[in-house]
């Protein structure tokens, strides 16, 4: 069984402001922790392609992709996409590119079986960015890019993507909020930014609201409660994960009470389901997650899960 992990050098020269808590330094607290484990050797590494026009245009409009393109700044400049959050320097539009294209590589490599499952690595995040609007550090909706291209390029006719940051992915119920293929399930801290998510009545939006403070036991219960069951009604032919990691307890960022171990378990209950509908498919993008320590031992919790030990 054959585990991708995707990510790209080009990623890590996204730099925004000082005391930005989105740094570069999350993809290498992420790599530092896969060697000391172990597990590196075990996972086949790939370089995330750049993203094309047409994946992009699944997802977002043809304006906001030419708004990106052409605020993409020269050398030390920098250009605010919206209230002072998204942030974009000279190699932002460029790390852009790769992280969206990485879900798209990944969608591709479990499709054709060359791998069950993949992690790509990459930033800025993306679940936030809305069809037509940047927003919270993320420019293009990478898993959002993903599933659209199992369903445009594949033919899946039903793809789900769980959202386990503890912020609402905004961005992914936006674009697919018309798209019944998709099922997206989301738990996040409430009331919080992005301060969506609350009041849903479509059948393929499972947002889980939880208050501050939830422990991993709570959070198992939420998602037994509402993911598990609306995943198995639903029988997802790939399973996408926004992987947030910034619900961990030591996180200055919010305030859930996750630990390593809540990770491992979420990502065995989604590989279970994935094996039960979808021949084992899965792909993960990593979200948000900025205390560099908690965020490199919960990604390699999860990328062992994946892996199945
Ligand atoms: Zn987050």
Not at 197 to 202: H, I, K
């Amino acid at each position: 069984m054959t585990i991708a992990f995707i990510t790209h050098h080009e990623c890590s020269l996204h730099r925004v402001a000082v005391h930005h808590p989105e740094v570069p330094e999350r993809l290498s607290a992420i790599d530092d922790r896969m060697l000391a484990s172990g597990i590196s050797i075990l996972l086949s590494h790939y370089d995330a392609p750049l993203v094309t026009r047409e994946q992009l245009l699944r997802v977002h409009t043809a304006d906001y992709v030419d708004y990106v393109e052409s605020s993409s700044p020269g050398p030390d400049d920098m250009v605010c996409l919206d209230e002072g959050d998204t942030v974009m320097t000279e190699h932002t539009l460029q790390a852009a590119r790769r992280a969206a294209g990485a879900a798209v590589l990944g969608v591709d490599l479990v499709m054709s079986g060359e791998a069950s499952s993949a992690f790509c690595s990459v930033r800025p995040p993306g679940h936030h960015a809305e069809r037509a609007r940047a927003m919270g550090f993320c420019i293009f909706n990478n898993v959002a890019v993903g599933a659209a291209h199992a369903l445009a390029q594949h033919g899946l006719e039903r793809v789900a993507v769980v959202d386990f940051d503890v912020h609402h992915g905004n961005g992914t119920e936006d674009i697919f909020r018309d798209e019944p293929r998709v099922l997206f399930c989301s738990t996040f801290q409430h009331p919080f930014y992005p301060h969506t998510g609350e009041a849903v009545d479509s059948p393929h939006l499972v947002n889980v609201p939880l208050t501050r403070g939830v422990t991993g036991r709570e959070f198992r219960d939420a998602v037994k409660g509402h993911w598990l069951p609306a995943l198995e009604a639903f029988k997802p032919q790939l399973i996408m994960i926004s992987a947030g990691f910034d619900g961990h307890r030591e996180e200055d960022m919010a305030d859930f009470r996750l630990v390593e171990d809540d990770y491992a378990w979420v990502t065995r209950e989604l590989k279970e389901v994935a094996k039960r509908h979808g021949e084992g498919r899965l792909v993960s993008c990593l979200e948000g997650g900025y205390a560099l320590s908690a965020l490199g031992r919960s990604a390699c919790v999860h990328l062992d899960a994946l892996i199945g030990h």
